[in-house]
């Protein structure tokens, strides 16, 4: 099976492929080599969902200011 690029993958998309790579990984019972080149793709994995996440975040914090709503988090009272 040929792997998708992960830029063409959606988030739920590398987020089941990232589950599949660390049951993979954890399990052990993958050779060195292969085990290398699955952490590297499990870290642009993790990199990717991460860019997706923020992306959200962004999108998320602009309707929210375009509707007159706070943005950003505010830090909480400490007294």
């Known amino acids: 099976m040929t792997e998708k690029p992960i830029a063409d993958l959606s988030f739920e998309e590398a987020m089941a492929e990232l589950e ?7 399990r052990g019972d993958v050779a060195l080599e292969a085990s290398i080149a699955l952490y590297e793709r499990g870290a642009a994995l993790k990199a990717h969902c991460a860019a997706k996440l923020a ?3 962004a999108k998320v914090e602009l309707i929210r200011a375009a509707e007159g709503r706070a943005v950003g988090t505010t830090p909480m009272d400490a007294a």
């Not at 599949?20 to 954890?26: D, S």
């Open 20 to 26: 599949r790579v660390v049951g993979a990984l954890e």
């Open 55 to 57: 992306d959200a975040e």
